[in-house]
């Protein structure tokens, strides 16, 4: 991470069948002027993971002692919703989370700056277009003629 924002994705495990290869699941970030590394993960409450109740639909930040050997203690330090941060030698902030068909997509800002929002403001859509008139009825149909008149007898 640079000190410029960096803006990533963040796929909930339950979705792992739905992503593309390289679609990020844990995001492992090394803090090594602090001496540890934070793992992200989307704890989304559905398919197995729907009985979850702890930290249930939020960005679970957790944080273990950095090039130490596997099975290690591991806290749970941090659980962000949309718009929470988690700032401690660097700043993750939960910029939004959408669904993209039956995916979730949480979008991070992580930064080693503290300056402003490090989320882009949404994107506005422009208002839709105003509806089509209705279409025009056809001209009313002109009265029948008159019977004409009997003729004349001869």
Known sequence: VSGQNELVDLFAFT????LSAGDPVIIKLDVANA??????QYNKAEAHNSGVVESANLVTVVQDA???????QSWKVASLGEGASYDDNLRV???SLDVVGSVDVVRLS???????DPCPP??????????SP?????PPSPPPSPPAPPAPPS
């Open 15 to 18: 979705d792992v069948q739905a």
């Open 35 to 40: 001496g540890y590394a934070l793992y992200l």
């Open 66 to 72: 950095l090039n130490t050997p596997a099975y290690q």
């Open 93 to 95: 902030k939960v910029c």
């Open 110 to 116: 992580i930064s080693l700056d503290y300056i402003g």
């Open 122 to 131: 949404p994107s506005l859509s422009p208002p839709p277009a105003p509806p």
């Open 134 to 138: 209705p279409p025009a009825s056809p």
